[in-house]
Each structure stands twice: as structure tokens, then as C-alpha cells.
């Protein structure tokens, strides 16, 4: 093309307007390399630990934050479509959280655009995923002496639904990439290969790029739907609900997943999502908004036959003529994207949960 844009945004949206392709060239996009360090409150974080593996935080007290982000599982869940609150089911893949202080902009659809703290309390007040009233988690939390301690340790007054809100995230800050070959410049011969393919021939870059290697902004991809969503009424109602509340034209109806249209109505996002972070894949299969994926390969042959079948898909995708070997190069390089597994007492609370507290006297007078 004669034109020359640097700015990523800005060529996205005139070769969406001109609907031509261009081969993806690595200078006009945001450098994929090392995430940079976050600074983390020890004793926030050590709280927010004892939080997020804490059953108490939901409303029958059946599940936890970790019963979905499984730390073994990179902090998502194994299953293709999340667990659910207990009665409930889910319509989407329970992401990881691991890198999430990084990103500006959560959730598959990006309905959260604001911070950490919000995303805590939709985790904690939906009612098919926690089905919690703060209130009753903040009176739950002050009964158990361990909190009072821990909240004044963190620079708390006593347990306060605000104060979890704020400590959760300070704990997510501290689960971030360790030692990934590509950050530590230890990559196979291989997976260099697939990085040149990554940022070159294959495209990929031109959606995933920086630290993250996401752009953190919505594209449609064709992934085909997850028609367990539809089919299993427990999956249904929670998608029901969930559709009905963001105000979906139709939702009753509705036999698919509309992605970023919830935040903007608007037909041309129809199945649009934001675009993953691609670090740690190694432990989250499978993949996608609704884990239709299973293996990083079929992935990659997902892309090279330019994407899924959908009439509103991205321009970006095409066909890639990707030759066995460099399939095998582009694996190897995602998986040079993962580092340790957060599986130690750092970064999971395995101590025990108090089952009972001693009674607390004339107790609409107490402030601990
Ligand atoms: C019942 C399962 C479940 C539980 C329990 C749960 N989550 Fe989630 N979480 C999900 C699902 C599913 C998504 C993706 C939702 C979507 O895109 O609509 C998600 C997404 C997230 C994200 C967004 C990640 C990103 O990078 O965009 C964060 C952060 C998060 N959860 C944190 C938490 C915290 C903190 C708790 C506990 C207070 C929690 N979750 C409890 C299922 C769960
Ligand atoms: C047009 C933008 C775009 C391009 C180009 C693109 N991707 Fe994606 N990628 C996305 C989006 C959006 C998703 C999420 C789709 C969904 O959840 O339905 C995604 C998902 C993925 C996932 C799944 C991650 C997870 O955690 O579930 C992998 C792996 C991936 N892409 C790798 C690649 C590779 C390798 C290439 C190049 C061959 C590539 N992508 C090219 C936008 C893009």
C-alpha cells in the first residue's frame, strides 16, 4: 500500500474500510516482549490470597473464586464452558487470571472496561457465578478472627465488602508470568521460527501484539458457537439471564453468543470478542470464549484456513498456506509464551478455613 500508517488502530480501520488485505508487518504494531514488573503489597496480596480460595465469598458458601480459576488449570478452568453457581451452568470459558492486572479492558465480550475491582464484584454479586450479597460477605468476613487480623495487617479498619473489593486485585497483581522461555530469551530454535511466521507470514500479530500480545480490542474470528450453551438448560438459563439483563434484542431466541454487541447493540459486532492474551496457554486448554478448541495445533490450523465461517468476520483473516513445519514452528512458539506454573504456597492459600468462631457478644455493638 502507498500509504503509511503507523499507528495500529488507525491502519485497522482503513483497511477494514477499503476491505483489502495487507501482510502484516511487524514495525506498525506494538512490540510483543517482557511484561514490566508490578509492584505488590505483600500483605494485601497475602489477604487476597486467603480471599479468592475462600468458599465463604459465595452465597451458599459452595464455591470459590479457585473453584473456577483453578491454579493447576493456569487459573481458568479445564472445562470448555465454566462451572456455574451451584444449580446454575455457564455460557462461557473461565479465563485465566493470570496477567489480568496488565490488561485495561475484561471479560471475553470487554464489558468491563474500568478496573480490577469491578470485575471482583461481578465475579461476587452475578448470581450464576457467586450469587453473593456484599453485605452478607462483609458480616461473614468480620466473624472470622483470622480476617480481623489479616485487614489490619493490610492497613484495613475491619473487613469491609470495599476493602475485599480493593485486597482481591492486589492478590491478582501478583500472579503474573515467571521464567517464560521467550521472556527469559531461552526459545528453541523452533519456536523462533514460529515468532518470525507469528509477525510475519501467519499475521498474527496484527491482533496480537504488546507484552501481552493482545491488542485488548474486539474482533470476529468465525470460532464456531458452543451449542452446549443452548442445549443444556442449566447453561441456558445462566446465558438467559445474562442476555436478558445486558438488554439483547431477541435474547429469548437467540442461539448464539453475541460478544461485543452487548456493549454496543450494533449488528457489526455480532460475535465479536476481545482478543486473548496468548501467555501460560500451555496450562488453559481448551481455548476460546467457549473452549471449542482443545489443542494449540488445531488452532493453528483453525488459522491457517483463515479463521471459522461467520459473514461478519474480520478482513485480518485469510487463508495462510502454512507449511506442516511451520504449523509445528507456530506451536512451539505459543508454547514458549509459558512460564512456571503458579501452583506454590506463594501464589495458592492452602491453609485451613476456621469452621467455627467463637460467639460474639451483644453483637450489634462490636466494631473489631
Ligand atoms: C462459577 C465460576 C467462576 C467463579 C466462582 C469466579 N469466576 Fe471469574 N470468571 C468466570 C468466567 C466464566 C469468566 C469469563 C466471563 C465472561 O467473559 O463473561 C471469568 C472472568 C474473570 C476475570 C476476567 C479475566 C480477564 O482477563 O478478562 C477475572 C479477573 C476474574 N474472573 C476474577 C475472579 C475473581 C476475583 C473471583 C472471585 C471473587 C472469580 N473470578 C470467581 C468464572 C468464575
Ligand atoms: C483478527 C485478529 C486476530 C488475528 C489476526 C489472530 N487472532 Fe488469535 N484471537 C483473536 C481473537 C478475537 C480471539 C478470541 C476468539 C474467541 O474467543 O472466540 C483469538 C484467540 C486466539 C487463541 C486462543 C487463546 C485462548 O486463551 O483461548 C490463540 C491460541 C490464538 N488466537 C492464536 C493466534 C495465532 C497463532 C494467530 C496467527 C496465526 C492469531 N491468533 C491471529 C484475534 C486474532
Request: with cysteine; aromatic share 8%.
Amino acid at each position: 500500500m502507498g500509504v503509511r500508517v503507523t499507528n495500529g488502530r488507525a491502519l485497522l480501520a482503513a483497511v477494514m474500510g477499503l476491505g483489502v488485505a495487507v501482510s502484516a508487518q511487524a514495525g506498525e504494531y506494538p512490540d510483543i516482549g517482557p511484561l514490566p514488573a508490578l509492584k505488590v503489597d505483600a500483605a494485601k496480596a497475602e489477604l487476597g490470597k486467603r480471599l479468592f480460595f475462600d468458599k465463604r465469598l459465595s452465597g451458599d458458601a459452595g464455591i470459590a473464586c479457585s473453584t473456577c480459576h483453578v491454579p493447576e488449570n493456569g487459573f481458568g478452568s479445564k472445562e470448555a464452558l465454566s462451572p456455574g453457581y451451584p444449580g446454575n451452568g455457564n455460557f462461557r470459558n473461565a479465563q485465566s487470571v493470570i496477567n489480568t492486572a496488565y490488561k485495561k479492558v475484561w471479560l471475553h465480550d470487554g464489558r468491563i472496561g474500568t478496573d480490577l475491582n469491578d470485575v471482583t464484584r461481578e465475579m461476587i454479586t452475578e448470581d450464576y457465578i457467586m450469587n453473593m450479597d456484599m453485605r452478607i460477605m462483609q458480616e461473614r468476613l468480620k466473624q472470622d478472627p483470622v480476617y480481623v487480623e489479616m485487614f489490619k495487617a493490610a492497613g484495613k479498619n475491619e473487613p469491609s465488602n470495599g476493602g475485599a473489593r480493593s485486597i482481591i486485585p492486589e492478590y491478582l497483581k501478583s500472579l503474573t508470568s515467571r521464567n517464560a522461555p521467550f521472556d527469559s530469551g531461552k526459545m528453541s530454535a523452533s519456536a523462533k521460527s514460529g515468532m518470525a511466521l507469528f509477525k510475519g507470514k501467519a499475521g498474527c500479530i496484527q491482533c496480537h501484539n504488546g507484552p501481552l500480545l493482545s491488542d485488548q480490542k474486539p474482533h470476529n474470528t468465525g470460532v464456531p458457537e458452543n451449542f452446549d450453551v443452548f442445549l443444556d438448560p442449566m447453561n441456558h438459563q445462566a446465558f438467559i439471564a445474562f442476555a436478558m439483563f445486558q438488554g439483547i434484542p431477541n435474547y429469548m431466541n437467540l442461539k448464539r453468543d453475541p460478544g461485543y454487541l452487548n456493549i454496543t447493540l450494533d449488528p457489526k459486532d455480532m460475535g465479536k470478542f476481545i482478543t486473548p492474551s496468548l501467555r501460560e496457554l500451555k496450562y488453559t486448554a481448551p481455548y476460546m470464549h467457549n473452549g471449542t478448541i482443545k489443542m494449540l495445533a488445531e488452532v493453528v490450523e483453525f488459522y491457517n484456513q483463515g479463521g471459522g465461517k461467520d459473514s461478519n468476520k474480520s478482513p485480518l483473516l485469510k487463508p495462510l498456506q502454512l507449511s506442516k513445519a511451520e504449523k509445528k514452528d507456530l506451536v512451539a512458539f505459543l508454547e514458549a509464551l509459558s512460564g512456571d506454573q503458579l501452583t506454590s504456597d506463594q501464589y495458592v492459600w492452602k491453609g485451613e478455613y476456621p469452621a467455627e468462631y467463637p460467639a460474639i457478644d451483644n453483637w450489634t455493638q462490636v466494631r473489631n
